[in-house]
């Protein structure tokens, strides 16, 4: 018997030709893609922490030789003025150079700065005579050596940046960066210039500080 297809059924097979025909071009699409080539490539690192040590000196030679860590108020270096400051009146001027240096086997650099506290606020017995005597008194960081620290010879004193050519009271502090150490074992000098006010009245005599300390802070850059 002959069997007559249709022609719905005709396209109808025609479309699952195409289908399977689709099929055939997927797979073989998807196995090329799963087929390509692929490399890596890897990188690797180690990181390590900067270590720095500060140290300093009071000495008053051109090249300080007498380093030490001073790292606590009880170990405070004493400041070596060329004019002793026991007898000061007003329009008195002592001055002490201070320097400072990276220790051997520091690895990185550090800003220098007096934080915020980290200069005298005060007398260390408050009295009316000290108080007046204290609120009197001024100082000047200048960027000279220690040799040049000595109030004889006055050429034009660099002051550091952080001031004015002004001189600040004492209880000066939160400065910012004073200066940079970057070298290990060298040195940076700067000469503190204490002046008692020239205006300074009657209830500053007979005045005492007592001990006086500041914190020069060290911080890793």
Excluded: H
């Excluded at 025609?14 to 087929?35: F, P």
């Excluded at 952080?162 to 001189?167: I, K, L, N, P, V």
């Amino acid at each position: 018997m002959t069997r007559f297809v249709g022609a719905a059924s005709a396209a109808r097979a025609r479309k699952r030709k195409a289908l399977l025909a689709g099929g055939v071009v997927l797979g073989v699409g998807a196995a090329a893609t799963l087929a390509a080539w692929s490399d890596d490539v890897w990188v690797s690192a180690s990181f390590n922490t900067s270590s720095i040590t500060i140290e300093g000196s009071v000495d008053q030679l051109a090249v300080p030789i007498n380093w030490r860590e001073y790292a606590t108020v009880d170990s405070a270096a004493p400041l070596n003025f060329t004019v002793t400051p026991t007898s000061m009146k007003p329009g008195s001027t002592v001055w002490a150079p201070l320097s400072f240096r990276l220790a051997a086997g520091s690895t990185g650099s550090a800003a220098i700065s007096i934080p915020d506290g980290g200069a005298p606020q005060g007398p260390a017995t408050p009295t009316v005579a000290n108080d007046a005597f204290f609120d009197s008194l001024s100082v000047t960081f200048l960027d000279v050596s220690p040799a040049t620290c000595n109030g004889v010879i006055r050429p034009s004193w660099p002051v550091l940046s952080t001031y004015s050519s002004s001189a600040v009271p004492l209880s000066t502090d939160d400065t910012g960066t004073l200066f940079t150490l970057d070298s290990p074992m060298t040195a940076r000098s700067i000469c503190l210039r204490i002046t008692f006010d020239d205006a300074a009245d009657d209830r500053s005599q007979g005045g005492s500080t007592g001990p006086l300390d500041w914190n020069f802070l060290a911080t890793a850059r």
